[in-house]
């Protein structure tokens, strides 16, 4: 499902076309022309929605990205080494990212539904001059799906698809209907159920307890044509997660490889998602732009935790515990480009204002209510806002050398009024604010007159501001540590030099990159030497400062007219100055959570009528021993020795029975291997029979 120099997984039909990019200069542009490592990922196709669970999945066979799961209803992608708020996730342009969002890997990519998103862009390397805070190891926009149809009068498209997996014991739903009227209007009405059951992985570990959970979506989109030159799009989706347990910090999880159990009797959340948007989009102007783009949104983010502490433990002074927030996140984006003599220029403002209410209550054994207290995970009754200023000018130095230039600045800003101080307990509050720019240079170069083969380079800065979990957390952290609230900091900032080159042909395609990212002032856990309710106590200094590098590649050979070659590798490292113990010395050690070496090869049969098709597929990853202080203090996800490398065999398959239904089935994990991905909380389904089918009315 990906096209053109990513990992090539998917169908042969996207080697005929080079895919279109917005994401990665805010313009359509072709994949293969871009001044980035970059690549597109399909989820629209039948063949997408049995293989990929959810949206962090979907990810998996990218060079360069590990897809780390504290529980089966929490994905966090690792890109180029960064996860959780050092990696920024758009929905149509729009942050999914917000001032809640923790460091490590978190759970709120997979607030999206796959379902609701024709495809995923994602570019690797740092992006803040066009996208701002956050945008570190990486921006991957998610396109919703719409429809364009342009049938004469009133029409509508039902359709329905289902997905079992027998190893993740689940069941999944989806029925939408597309419409239209003339050239006017087009729509999309969706609705999905999802139903997991405990995850069965590879022998000896069988069966997970309290792996499961349910999920309820819907998304709609409708595109309203004002003028030929001008239309409205309006977009509400609703994601809704039950019971998706933390199993790792249960008394319930499965040793593996030495890791420990928690002691926890429950540790489970529950997740709604909500983003309601308009945007404008007009083209043909004369003046000061020929395109203009105005996108008013409101996101709601709601998450709530139930704890259950097993008796007897240190930390059961409050046995019973639920926590948890709401963030209300209003944005705007005003973009506009101009084509002249001097190039395209690209520029505009974004503002986002997060509102964030966060709560925290203890119960008694039976139940009873005890108290509250003055926050919940972060500070109650907080506010944050993004203001950004942006402008890039692409220019053709000549004719076959592209420039492209751009800067950003932001202001950004916290008012905290509700945290309870780690020292005295008693009720506290805290504003800051933070400016500052960030640039971007990158060069193209096509070596021949039909751009088959470009070389690449750029030079970008990426920056991220503290947000309120940096601030104010107050929250487990790692298995056994206990975050409290740090108020000194400042931006983080990074600069990261890259250089590759991309080839697009008929029958292949293929991209290899070369990246070196400087990390400086990076915001990292320090343990105290604390103690609180048998917990070891962290708190966050602007200390880290470090590298991380790797070389990715990506590729696609299509050897006869019915059989195509793909595959993917990525090598990274990286080091960062950390405090192991308490004592006030930095240390060099590798970054937390590295992405092991892994790679992906695969062999693809298309019948000469396109209505069948084959696959086999292995995907590689070697030993991670290189373990951070923190990775060692991770008992509940990491083995003592590191996590084991792993082999995972797939054959997949697919039938189209006529114009009207759809068949995708596979087998994966063909050898049972009892194996995890690196940093994970559980252990990935064991043999695995996958059926999808899809049927269009």
């Known amino acids: 499902m990906s096209s053109a120099g990513a990992a090539g997984y998917g169908d042969t039909d996207a080697l005929q076309l080079d895919p279109v990019i917005i994401t990665a200069t805010r313009n359509e542009k072709s994949l293969s022309e871009i001044p980035y490592a970059a690549s597109v990922v399909d989820l629209e196709s039948d063949k997408a929605k049995a293989i990929f669970r959810t949206v962090p999945e979907a990810l998996k066979y990218e060079p360069g990205i590990m897809i780390q799961k504290t529980g089966h209803g929490q994905g966090s992608p690792y890109i180029r080494g960064f996860t959780g708020f050092r990696t920024l996730f758009l929905v149509d342009g729009i942050r999914l990212n917000n001032s809640v969002w923790r460091d490590g890997p978190n759970n709120y990519v997979g607030t999206v539904d796959p379902y609701s998103i024709s495809r995923m862009e994602v570019v690797r390397g740092p992006s803040s001059a066009l996208y701002g805070s956050d945008a570190i190891g990486g921006t991957v926009n998610m396109i919703s799906q719409g429809n364009t149809s342009t049938e004469t009068g009133f029409n509508l498209h039902p359709n329905v698809y289902y997905r079992f997996a027998d190893a993740e014991n689940s069941h999944t739903g989806h029925a939408e209907t597309t419409g239209n009227y003339d050239d006017k209007l087009g729509f999309l009405l969706g609705l999905t159920y999802k139903d997991y059951g405990d995850v069965v992985a590879g022998d000896p570990v069988g069966l997970q307890p309290k792996t499961g959970y349910r999920d309820v979506d819907v998304n709609f989109k409708g595109d309203y044509a004002l003028t030929p030159d001008a239309k409205l799009t309006f977009v509400h989706q609703h ?54 783009n105005v996108t008013t949104s409101f996101q709601q983010q709601d998450e709530s935790e139930t704890r259950i502490l097993k008796a007897g433990t240190a930390n059961n002074r409050n046995p019973i515990q639920q926590q948890g927030f709401q963030v209300d996140t209003v944005g705007l984006t005003i973009q506009a480009d101009k084509t002249s003599d001097f190039g395209k220029w690209t520029y505009g403002i974004e503002y986002y204002h997060d509102s964030v209410n966060s709560f925290r209550n203890n119960y008694n054994t039976d139940g009873s209510f005890r108290n509250s207290e003055i926050q919940g995970p972060v500070a109650d009754g907080s506010s944050y806002d993004l203001f950004d200023i942006f402008m890039q000018n692409e220019y053709a130095l000549l004719d076959s050398l592209d420039l492209t230039v751009g ?58 501001a503290p947000n309120l979990s940096d601030l104010t957390r107050l929250d487990t952290a790692l298995s056994g540590e206990r975050e409290t609230s740090t108020l000194d900091l400042k931006p983080e900032q990074y600069i990261s030099y890259e250089a590759g080159i991309k080839t697009d042909f008929e029958d292949w395609s293929a991209q290899l990159t070369y990246f070196y990212t400087d990390i400086t002032d990076m915001i990292i856990r320090v343990p105290t030497g604390n103690v609180i309710d048998g917990q070891r106590e962290v708190t966050k200094k602007n200390s880290g400062s470090g590298f991380v590098q790797g070389i990715e590649f990506g590729g696609t050979y299509r050897f006869d007219p019915q059989w195509t070659a793909f595959s993917s590798a990525s090598w990274t490292e990286g080091m960062l100055a950390g405090y192991p113990t308490s004592a006030p010395q930095l240390v060099d050690e590798p970054m937390s959570k590295m992405i092991p070496v892994m790679a992906n090869f695969g062999l693809r049969w298309d019948s000469l009528a396109k209505n069948w098709w084959v696959e086999g597929m292995i995907t590689l990853a070697s030993n991670q021993d290189k373990l951070s202080s923190s990775d060692l203090r991770d008992t509940q996800r990491i083995p003592p020795g590191g996590t084991p490398g792993y082999a995972v065999y797939n054959i997949r398959g697919g039938w189209r029975v006529n114009k009207h239904v759809n068949l995708t089935l596979a087998l994966e994990n063909l050898s049972d291997a009892d194996y995890r991905v690196h940093g994970s909380g559980l252990n990935e389904p064991g043999r695995n029979f996958i059926m999808g089918v899809g049927v269009k009315f």
């Not at 540790?267 to 395109?291: A, H, I, M, P």
């Not at 202001?411 to 008693?426: E, F, N, T």
Request: charged share 20%.
């Open 239 to 292: 994601v809704q997660i039950d019971d998706a347990w933390r199993s790792h910090s249960t008394q319930y999880a499965v040793p593996w490889n030495g890791t420990v159990a928690g002691t926890d009797q429950k540790r489970s959340l529950d997740q709604k998602r909500e983003l309601t948007y308009v945007k404008y989009q007009g083209k043909n102007f004369n003046g000061l732009f020929d395109n203009l």
């Open 407 to 464: 800067g950003r600045y932001t202001h950004a800003a916290v008012d905290a009024q509700k945290i309870k101080d780690p020292v005295s307990g008693l009720q506290t509050t805290y504003s800051s604010a933070w400016n500052n720019l960030a640039g971007n240079a990158r060069l193209m170069y096509h070596i021949d007159e039909e751009h088959h083969w470009n070389v690449f380079s750029g030079v970008s800065q990426g920056f991220r």
